[in-house]
């Protein structure tokens, strides 16, 4: 177990990227991250989530803004002055030194006494699991292990906040799932502030505590897995976390009115038309005796645990996802009526 | 958020995160010891002489007692309890006043720099550069900040501002502008002249015959292929100037023609044969061509640049033993374009096999598969596909020959025979004739004329930079070379290599032979003559300068690829510019630059043996250059990142991280730097003093007073030396390399 780690808050205030003329990589972001807190950076490639994460590592200079460690802002610091430490992509293992050598090296650099290390370096291999395999060299280890080695090496020299871009790319699926959750794990068993970069929301939305989803260097949205999910803020959000119809309707204040099909709603928005966003697993097929929106199938495709459809509202496509088989007798081309789970709609401005 | 309103103000002022003191400070006291306790000028050429008048103190310049104070500011100022980056960019205003008054006053005054001076200048930029990195306006730490400053300072000093004294002396003589020398250099016989009196033909009707059957020739091609009427003679125009200038380089006379014509020689020849030799060597089915091409390929490296031409008038020459021994003729038909063009063949050709060859393995064999797959026979492969995908490498094969036969100066010198070349030109107008700017002339003409083929290359190829990406090798089959071409092929390469071979068995042979063409009987008198006379001295002279500059110039070429391929900064296109500048100079230029910019006012450096260092340091710094940014490309950047994030410094990250990586590379270039250091010719044969001779200069001297067993012994013990040196140290450096790097995937 890592002792003596000292979190520290993290504040970006205004802080912009430009490579070259005009290129806006990070452009005016602001954002708060609490003590212990693991925050993560999503987004298309090219979003400008990696040039944030290597701002605050201070491999990358800012244009203009500040990086505030516990309310101290370290901008301009030098990247080796500042108490934070990333994981990479690549882990960056370095391929002339063994495993111990790999973890000791922040260590040695900082010329610690040699049984210290000897200790530190002890207790960062056990914290990950890999006793014994200290003389190891890393092309000897498996993907899973270089990435626990990574984490060793970062953790050791007690970073006031742990940066990681995009750590799981390079293992394969089923151990993707697994490598995270270890790493959620510790994260919160070691209450240490981390930031995560990643383009994959699956990932983002099990392992945060909070999300910022980023476009075009801009802060497109903030807020819980939950929140991003049942409240997206634009369209964007809505279609990069999960998938989302778009649907033209009007809103009162207190009903949604979707081409005659009313239900209550409540969100903050302001009454007049807008667009009504619908996630697929939300249409169910509706019972004779109730309220429902009229719709034709255009096709329809069974997956065992679920059947898809895809249906013509109005002239637009819905998309739908249902547990089970649904209603099997529909045909292809049969009107139908469908009703929405008033928790997986929400509203967004109108186009 | 107002920073007064919040309790932080109340902390002590000692930033948290940051430095307590800035890393500006053992520089500002390097530079105060340096200003106060050593002298900052020297009397004149010495540099280890302590005299009392030339102390900074003692001399009480007001400039100098700024530089002093300035450099005691920043000393203090690195103490002040405040946040990192203001206090370093109160650092930086002091330093910058310190560095700026100290260089205003060696302006003024002109006095030689001493050593004091040494210690104060490399203080203050060293203290420019923690400053810089402490404020943040430098990406990177201190280390990288001062290496950028001192990089960019060394191509100013040593790179650009020489070159630009030739430009200048050129056109602005005794202190005005002075276009005089320059057009009476440009009309003299020497530089270019077309009708000569003295012959019994024409020149000019000649050249204009031939302008006229290129005009002819031109519209006739045009007219059968049914162009426009204004194509016609657009081409019947070019063909009319095209065979003008062939005409002139032709029966002209002079340096420029002379030397255009060889390039029209040597250029495409010695690219066909790199071609074919690149084409053999990937594709043959013999192993023996493969290996044949190797020594091929190291031979001219480990060559000093003239000794094949040397070794060819022993076999070729009036004496020589093909022409005179067995043939039994007695001309001197090597000793002008014809034997010059061959010696540079020989010499180029294997430079532009392997830019050629690396140009092959990168092409993606599936192309050619599929072509085959296609019903393309070799034939057709060969032309429809291989030949358009190397036309690139081609284009850098013909330009880099154009490039070095035109700065070629050994072995016009040797071969030149009574033409004029504008390498050689050069050099003869300044020590023969004595007329530094008429050498500013021939040294800014030629200057001109590399520089741009070489940026047209650059410009062609695209890129214009070190850092280019190079194609990997892909696996899959080769199309094979067709039957009859690779027998073609194979009977050049038979008769090359015979020949080479013989070239360097007579220079072996001749050192042993009491005289050639006269009397071969065995004989140690040559070497007796070599140990007991200069010749040895001179060689272990040699020897030392090289490998004095070697260090330098492996390091410093480390360090231009790391900035230059690692890091992002405000000058490094220029940095990147000057290296590339020094690269394709041709040798005299850069020799005459050397003297005219390092003979007087602070920076006075001739005859020493320290500017013939300086110059193979920055001769050589791009071949050192090009291998640490291929080894570096081999390195994925995010191990030295790693290491940024575990809080090593740059130096840190190069000692622990780069240099056991690279250790193969390093040594490599750091071996080639001392091995193109000591077959250096045309950069230091200026730059030589009585007890500062270089071998290739001696070697070069003994030829000319036609000492040809001494000056084969020479040959011999240089060339057999740095094939033992290249052959050992590399084999060394594989195995060190194996050990360090340990297992690899």
Same mark, same amino acid.
């Given at each position: 177990?890592?002792?003596g780690?000292k979190?520290?808050t993290v504040?970006?205030?205004?802080?912009?990227?430009?490579?070259?003329?005009?290129v806006?990589?990070?452009?005016?972001?602001d954002?708060?991250?609490?003590?212990?807190?693991?925050?993560?950076?999503?987004?298309?490639?090219?979003?400008?989530?990696t040039?944030?994460?290597? #701002?605050?590592?201070?491999?990358?200079?800012?244009?203009a803004g500040?990086?505030?460690?516990?309310?101290?802002?370290?901008?301009?610091?030098?990247?080796y002055?500042?108490?934070?430490?990333?994981?990479?992509?690549?882990?960056?293992?370095?391929?002339?030194?063994?495993?111990?050598?790999?973890?000791?090296?922040?260590?040695r650099?900082?010329?610690?006494p040699?049984?210290e290390?000897?200790?530190?370096?002890?207790?960062a291999?056990?914290m990950?699991?890999?006793?014994?395999?200290?003389?190891?060299?890393?092309?000897?280890?498996?993907?899973?292990?270089?990435?626990?080695?990574?984490?060793?090496r970062?953790?050791v020299?007690?970073?006031?906040?742990?940066?990681?871009?995009?750590?799981?790319?390079?293992?394969?699926?089923?151990?993707?799932?697994?490598?995270?959750? $270890?790493?959620?794990e510790?994260?919160?068993?070691?209450?240490?502030?981390?930031v995560?970069?990643?383009h994959?929301?699956e990932?983002?939305?099990?392992?945060?505590?909070?999300?910022?989803?980023m476009?075009?260097?801009?802060?497109?949205?903030i807020?819980?897995?939950?929140?991003?999910?049942?409240?997206?803020?634009?369209r964007?959000?809505?279609?990069?976390?999960?998938?989302?119809?778009?649907l033209?309707?009007?809103y009162?204040?207190?009903?949604?009115?979707?081409l005659?099909?009313?239900?209550?709603?409540?969100?903050?928005?302001?009454a007049?038309?807008?667009?009504?966003?619908v996630?697929?697993?939300?249409v169910? =097929?509706?019972?004779? $005796?109730?309220?429902?929106?009229?719709a034709?199938?255009?096709?329809?495709?069974y997956?065992?645990?679920a059947?898809?459809?895809v249906?013509?509202v109005?002239?637009?496509? #819905?998309?739908?996802?249902?547990?089970?088989?649904?209603?099997s007798a529909?045909?292809?081309?049969d009107?139908?009526?469908?009703?929405?789970?008033?928790?997986a709609?929400?509203?967004?401005?109108? $186009? | 958020?107002?920073?007064?309103?919040?309790?932080?103000?109340?902390?002590?002022?000692?930033?948290?995160a940051?430095?307590?003191?800035?890393?500006a400070?053992?520089?500002?006291?390097?530079?105060?010891?340096?200003?106060?306790?050593l002298?900052?000028?020297r009397?004149?050429?010495?540099?280890?002489?302590?005299?009392?008048?030339?102390?900074?103190?003692s001399i009480?310049h007001?400039?100098?007692?700024?530089?002093?104070?300035?450099?005691?500011?920043?000393?203090?100022?690195?103490?002040?309890?405040?946040p990192?980056?203001?206090r370093a960019d109160?650092?930086?205003?002091v330093?910058?006043v310190?560095?700026?008054s100290?260089?205003?006053?060696f302006?003024?005054?002109?006095?030689?720099?001493?050593?004091?001076?040494?210690?104060?200048?490399?203080?203050?930029?060293?203290?420019?550069?923690?400053?810089l990195?402490?404020s943040?306006?430098?990406?990177?730490?201190?280390?990288?900040?001062?290496?950028?400053?001192?990089?960019?300072?060394?191509? /100013?000093?040593?790179?650009l501002?020489?070159?630009?004294?030739?430009?200048?002396?050129s056109?602005?003589?005794?202190?005005?502008?002075?276009?005089?020398?320059?057009?009476?250099?440009?009309?003299?016989?020497?530089f270019?002249?077309?009708?000569?009196?003295?012959?019994?033909?024409?020149?000019?009707?000649?050249t204009?015959?031939?302008?006229?059957?290129?005009?002819i020739?031109?519209?006739?091609?045009?007219?059968?292929?049914?162009?426009?009427?204004?194509?016609?003679?657009?081409?019947?125009?070019?063909?009319?100037?095209?065979?003008?200038?062939?005409?002139?380089?032709?029966y002209?006379?002079?340096?420029?023609?002379?030397?255009?014509?060889?390039?029209?020689?040597?250029?495409?020849?010695?690219?066909l044969?790199?071609?074919?030799?690149?084409l053999?060597?990937?594709?043959?089915?013999?192993?023996a061509?493969?290996?044949s091409?190797?020594?091929i390929?190291?031979?001219?490296?480990?060559?000093?640049? =003239?000794?094949?031409?040397?070794a060819?008038?022993?076999?070729?020459?009036?004496?020589?033993?093909?022409t005179?021994?067995l #043939?039994?003729?007695?001309?001197?038909?090597?000793?002008?374009i014809?034997?010059v063009?061959?010696?540079?063949?020989?010499?180029?050709?294997?430079?532009?096999?392997?830019?050629l060859?690396?140009s092959?393995s990168?092409?993606?064999?599936?192309?050619e598969?599929?072509?085959?797959?296609?019903g393309?026979?070799?034939?057709?492969?060969?032309?429809t596909?291989t030949?358009?995908?190397?036309?690139?490498?081609?284009a850098a094969?013909?330009? /880099?020959?154009?490039?070095?036969?035109l700065? $070629?100066?050994?072995?016009?010198?040797?071969?030149?025979?009574?033409?004029?070349?504008?390498?050689?030109?050069?050099?003869?107008?300044?020590?023969g004739?004595?007329?530094?700017n008429?050498?500013?002339?021939?040294?800014?003409?030629?200057?001109?004329?590399?520089?741009?083929?070489?940026?047209?290359?650059?410009w062609?190829l695209?890129?214009g930079?070190?850092?280019?990406v190079?194609?990997?090798?892909?696996?899959?089959?080769?199309?094979?070379?067709?039957?009859?071409?690779?027998?073609?092929l194979?009977?050049?390469?038979?008769?090359?290599?015979?020949?080479?071979?013989?070239?360097?068995?007579?220079?072996?042979?001749?050192?042993?032979?009491?005289?050639?063409?006269?009397?071969?009987?065995?004989?140690l008198?040559?070497?007796?003559?070599?140990?007991?006379?200069?010749?040895?001295e001179?060689?272990?002279?040699?020897a030392?300068v090289?490998?004095?500059?070697?260090?330098?110039?492996m390091?410093?070429?480390?360090?231009?690829?790391y900035?230059?391929?690692?890091?992002?900064? =405000?000058?490094?296109?220029?940095?990147?510019?000057g290296s590339?500048?020094?690269?394709a100079?041709?040798?005299?230029?850069?020799?005459?630059?050397?003297?005219?910019?390092?003979n007087?006012?602070?920076?006075?450096?001739t005859?020493?043996?320290?500017?013939?260092?300086?110059?193979?340091?920055?001769?050589?710094?791009?071949v050192?250059?090009?291998?640490?940014?291929?080894?570096l490309?081999?390195?994925?950047?995010?191990?030295?990142?790693?290491?940024?994030?575990?809080?090593?410094r740059?130096?840190?990250?190069?000692r622990?991280?780069?240099?056991?990586?690279?250790?193969?590379t390093?040594?490599?270039? /750091?071996?080639?730097?001392?091995?193109?250091?000591?077959?250096?010719?045309s950069?230091?044969?200026?730059?030589?003093s009585?007890?500062?001779?270089?071998?290739?200069?001696? /070697?070069?001297?003994?030829?000319?007073?036609g000492?040809?067993?001494?000056?084969?012994?020479?040959?011999?013990?240089?060339?057999?030396?740095?094939?033992?040196?290249?052959?050992?140290? #590399?084999?060394?450096a594989?195995?060190?390399?194996?050990?360090?790097v340990?297992?690899?995937?």
């Open positions: 177990m890592i002792s780690l979190p520290a504040e970006l205030r205004g802080l912009v990227k430009r490579f070259g003329k005009d806006y990589a990070v452009d005016d972001v954002l708060h991250i609490a003590r212990g807190e693991l925050l993560t950076l999503l987004g298309p490639s090219g979003c400008g989530k040039t944030a994460l290597r #701002l605050i590592a201070g491999l990358e200079r800012p244009t500040q990086i505030l460690l516990d309310d101290e802002d370290v901008a301009r610091l030098p990247a002055l500042r108490d934070v430490t990333m994981v990479f992509q690549s882990y960056a293992l370095f391929p002339h030194m063994n495993v111990f050598e790999n973890v000791a090296y922040g260590l650099v900082a010329r610690r040699k049984d290390i000897g200790t530190r370096v002890e207790e291999l056990a990950v699991g890999l006793e014994g395999l200290a003389h190891r060299t890393p092309s000897q280890l498996s993907g899973g292990q270089q990435q626990r080695v990574a984490l060793a970062a953790l020299i007690r970073p006031r906040v742990l940066l990681f871009d995009e750590p799981l790319s390079n293992l394969d699926a089923k151990l993707r799932k697994r490598v995270r959750e $270890d790493i959620r510790l994260q919160q068993r070691l209450g240490i502030t981390s995560y970069v990643t994959d929301q990932e983002a939305l099990a392992i945060s505590d909070r999300v910022v989803v476009r075009e260097g801009v802060v497109e949205q807020g819980s897995p939950h929140e991003l999910y049942t409240r997206p803020a634009s964007f959000v809505a279609d990069f976390i999960g998938s989302a119809n778009f033209p309707g009007r009162d204040g207190q009903q949604i009115d979707l005659g099909y009313r239900w209550t709603h409540e969100q903050d928005v302001a007049g038309p807008v667009t009504v966003m996630r697929p697993e939300a169910e =097929f509706a019972r004779d $005796d109730e309220p429902a929106l009229e034709t199938l255009m096709s329809s495709a997956l065992g645990a059947t898809e459809y249906f013509d109005a002239g637009t496509e #819905l998309f739908a996802t249902m547990s089970g088989g649904g209603m529909a045909e292809k081309g009107r139908v009526r469908l009703r929405l789970k008033p928790t709609v929400s509203l967004l401005p109108p $186009d | 958020m107002d920073a007064s309103s919040t309790p932080n103000a109340l902390r002590p002022r000692r930033p948290a940051g430095l307590a003191v800035s890393g400070w053992l520089p500002a006291a390097l530079a105060i010891v340096g200003w106060w306790a002298p900052i000028g009397p004149n050429r010495p540099f280890l002489t302590l005299e009392p008048d030339l102390y900074a103190a009480g007001p400039l100098l007692w700024l530089t002093l104070f300035a450099a005691v500011a920043a000393l203090a100022l690195s103490f002040l309890p405040v990192t980056a203001r109160m650092v930086l205003a330093g910058v310190a560095l700026a100290v260089v205003a006053w302006m003024i005054s002109t006095t030689p720099f001493g050593m004091g001076a040494l210690l104060v200048l490399a203080g203050l930029v060293m203290l420019l550069g923690n400053a990195s402490e943040g306006r430098v990406q990177g730490d201190a280390f990288i900040a001062s290496s950028i400053l001192f990089v960019s300072l060394f191509v /100013l000093l040593f790179i501002y020489p070159l630009f004294t030739v430009l200048r002396s056109i602005y003589i005794d202190g005005r502008f002075d276009f005089s020398v320059f057009l009476r250099t440009m009309q003299h016989p020497l270019f002249m077309l009708g000569n009196d003295r012959s019994a033909v024409d020149e000019v009707a000649l204009l015959r031939w302008s006229l059957a290129g005009l020739g031109f519209a006739t091609f045009a007219l059968w292929r049914r162009v426009r009427w204004t194509a016609v003679l657009a081409r019947a125009v070019l063909g009319g100037a095209l065979g003008f200038v062939l005409g002139a380089l032709i002209g006379n002079g340096a420029l023609p002379t030397s255009l014509l060889l390039v029209s020689i040597v250029a495409p020849t010695a690219t044969l790199g071609l074919a030799f690149a053999l060597g990937q594709r043959g089915r013999l192993g061509v493969r290996r091409l190797d020594v390929s190291i031979l001219p490296i480990i060559t000093p640049p =003239f000794v094949l031409a040397f060819m008038i022993f076999l070729l020459g009036r004496r020589g033993l093909v005179y021994n #043939l039994d003729m007695q001309s001197s038909w090597i000793f002008g014809p034997g063009a061959l010696a540079q063949i020989l010499a180029f050709t294997p430079i532009a096999y392997l830019l060859r690396g092959l990168s092409l993606n064999p599936a192309l598969e599929a072509a085959q797959t296609l393309a026979g070799p034939w057709v492969t060969l032309r596909i030949w358009p995908l190397v036309r690139p490498g081609l094969a013909f330009l /880099l020959s154009m490039i070095e036969s700065a $070629d100066f050994g072995n016009p010198i040797i071969l030149g025979g009574n033409r004029k070349y504008m390498a050689t030109e050069v050099y003869l107008s300044l020590t004739r004595f007329n530094p008429e050498a500013a002339v021939y040294g800014a003409v030629l200057l001109l004329m590399v520089l741009g083929a070489f940026f047209l290359q650059r062609w695209g890129g930079s070190f850092v280019t190079t194609g990997k090798p892909t696996s899959g089959a080769l199309a094979s070379i067709p039957r009859g071409l690779e027998v073609g194979t009977v050049v390469l038979f008769v090359w290599t015979v020949f080479v071979a013989a070239l360097y068995l007579s220079i072996v042979v001749g050192s042993f032979a009491q005289l050639w063409g006269v009397n071969y009987t065995f004989t008198r040559h070497y007796q003559d070599f140990f007991a006379g200069a010749g040895w001179v060689f272990l002279f040699t030392r090289a490998a004095i500059s070697a260090v330098p110039a390091l410093l070429g480390f360090l231009v690829a900035l230059v391929a690692r890091q992002r900064f =405000f000058g490094r296109r220029f940095v990147e510019f590339l500048l020094s690269f100079t041709p040798g005299t230029v850069m020799g005459v630059a050397y003297i005219f910019a390092f007087t006012g602070p920076v006075l450096l005859a020493s043996a320290t500017i013939i260092v300086i110059a193979l340091v920055f001769r050589n710094m791009p050192a250059i090009r291998a640490a940014v291929a080894g490309a081999q390195i994925d950047p995010s191990l030295e990142e790693a290491s940024t994030m575990l809080r090593a740059s130096l840190t990250t190069m622990r991280v780069l240099f056991p990586l690279l250790i193969n390093l040594v490599t270039g /750091l071996i080639f730097a001392f091995v193109t250091a000591m077959t250096a010719v950069q230091v044969i200026f730059l030589v009585p007890g500062n001779q270089f071998a290739t200069v001696l /070697l070069l001297g003994w030829v000319d007073q000492q040809l067993g001494r000056a084969a012994a020479m040959g011999t013990i240089l060339i057999v030396s740095l094939l033992l040196v290249i052959v050992v140290v #590399l084999q060394l594989r195995m060190l390399g194996a050990r360090m340990g297992v690899r995937t």
